[in-house]
């Protein structure tokens, strides 16, 4: 191992440590926002938080028809969608901040 290349590998190490660390921290960051998403007019409220978990379903009772389960049932799927949909966007944010506060390029 040549002395250049004894310098660059503890550099090297520093970096992937922090880069993980920066990862873990933007995970943490992520799980503990949570973003809202509504179908029906807002008849169907979902909550999601960062790592993609449904933290809050709230369900108007004006639209609980027990004739019309098969609407409620799509509702409630749609609104669940759209909540992880943006917790996903939320978390790549979170893992983008990461790229830029390293000088990497965005891959996320």
Do not use: C, H, W
């Amino acid at each position: 191992m040549s002395n250049d290349e004894s310098l660059f590998y503890p550099n090297l190490l520093k970096q992937a440590k922090l880069m993980q660390d920066k990862i873990t921290q933007a995970q943490e960051a992520a799980r503990l926002k949570t973003v809202t998403a509504t179908s029906g007019g807002g008849m169907v409220t979902a909550v999601a938080n960062g790592a993609f978990q449904l933290v809050s379903l709230q369900i108007d009772t004006r639209i609980v028809d027990p004739q019309d389960m098969e609407m409620l049932t799509d509702l409630v799927i749609s609104a669940v969608n759209q909540a992880i949909a943006k917790a996903q966007a939320l978390a790549t944010e979170e893992m983008a901040s990461i790229s830029m506060d390293l000088n990497l390029p965005k891959i996320f």
